[in-house]
């Protein structure tokens, strides 16, 4: 089987195998979609575009130990790093003289002013309980498993309630993503737009993310994240 590489937000190595036996629970494949993130070694160069107003913010995503390490480069500068080995993972801010986990009541905010925010840098919802698993769909040609997790905090804290996932079943990874708000309403969308060639693997090139009016369903804004070709530790 060729070894593909599809993600939600970031490259990864594929970490499901012909001979691997395939996932039956939702919970089962998202567990797979977490352990893609947790085995990269790499290093990778790239930009977010705000489509309407052209403004880019270079980034650089450095991935070790179980760690992602994302470093915006325009002033003020700043670093906010992803570990992988707490359940759920833990989201930190790098600050003088320090790092400091970002709180629950940031995690809405946006990343540079971007259509990313503080939540989805941290993957919280991979993490949510008794996710459901709602069948399979196809994402431009590719058979996916479609996952439905669902905010577990019962004072309506984050800006998502619920979060659609289509899970590559070639890789493990994560094609497509919708998030909708506490009234059911779609506000965030991520597609994966352009893929790439690495030693053997299709790795992200380009991907759309766009952010949506829960009252009418009009797209509000659009960001494209552009990366490199990964280097390897």
Same mark, same amino acid.
């Given at each position: 089987?060729?070894?593909?590489?599809?993600?939600?937000? %970031?490259? %990864?190595?594929?970490?499901? @195998?012909? /001979?691997?036996?395939?996932?039956?629970?939702? /919970?089962?494949?998202?567990?797979?979609?977490?352990?893609?993130?947790?085995?990269?070694?790499?290093? =990778?160069?790239?930009?977010? @575009?705000?489509?309407?107003?052209?403004?880019? +913010?270079?980034?650089?995503?450095? $991935?070790?130990?179980?760690?992602?390490?994302?470093?915006? *480069?325009?002033?003020?500068?700043?670093?906010?790093?992803?570990?992988?080995?707490?359940?759920?993972?833990?989201?930190?801010?790098?600050?003088?003289?320090?790092?400091?986990?970002?709180?629950?009541?940031?995690?809405?905010? *946006?990343? @540079?002013? =971007?259509?990313?925010?503080?939540?989805?840098?941290?993957?919280?919802?991979?993490?949510?309980?008794?996710?459901?698993?709602? #069948?399979?769909?196809?994402?431009?040609?590719?058979?996916?498993?479609?996952?439905?997790?669902?905010?577990?905090?019962?004072?309506?804290? #984050?800006?998502?309630?619920?979060?659609?996932?289509?899970?590559?079943? #070639?890789? #493990?990874?994560?094609?497509? $993503?919708?998030?909708?708000?506490?009234?059911?309403?779609?506000?965030?969308? %991520?597609?994966?737009?352009?893929?790439? +060639?690495?030693?053997?693997?299709?790795?992200?090139?380009? =991907?759309?993310?766009?952010?949506?009016?829960? %009252?009418?369903?009009?797209?509000?804004?659009?960001?494209?994240?552009?990366?490199?070709?990964?280097?390897?530790?």
């Amino acid at each position: 089987m060729k070894r593909l590489t599809f993600l939600c937000l %970031f490259a %990864f190595a594929s970490s499901l @195998r012909a /001979e691997d036996p395939q996932p039956k629970t939702a /919970e089962q494949i998202l567990r797979i979609v977490r352990l893609s993130y947790a085995l990269q070694n790499h290093k =990778m160069d790239g930009v977010l @575009r705000d489509d309407a107003s052209g403004r880019v +913010e270079p980034m650089e995503l450095n $991935m070790e130990k179980q760690v992602m390490r994302f470093r915006f *480069k325009n002033p003020p500068p700043e670093i906010v790093h992803l570990d992988l080995n707490t359940t759920p993972a833990t989201l930190y801010q790098v600050r003088p003289g320090g790092s400091s986990e970002v709180p629950a009541s940031q995690m809405d905010k *946006k990343v @540079r002013n =971007m259509e990313l925010n503080y939540l989805d840098l941290s993957l919280g919802f991979l993490y949510w309980p008794r996710p459901q698993h709602l #069948g399979e769909e196809r994402v431009t040609g590719q058979k996916c498993w479609k996952v439905r997790v669902t905010n577990p905090n019962l004072k309506r804290q #984050g800006p998502y309630w619920t979060v659609d996932i289509w899970v590559h079943q #070639g890789s #493990g990874g994560a094609a497509k $993503m919708e998030a909708y708000d506490w009234n059911s309403k779609l506000i965030k969308r %991520f597609q994966v737009t352009k893929v790439q +060639e690495v030693d053997g693997a299709t790795t992200l090139k380009e =991907m759309k993310i766009e952010s949506f009016n829960p %009252f009418d369903g009009a797209r509000k804004c659009r960001t494209y994240m552009t990366m490199e070709n990964p280097t390897k530790k």
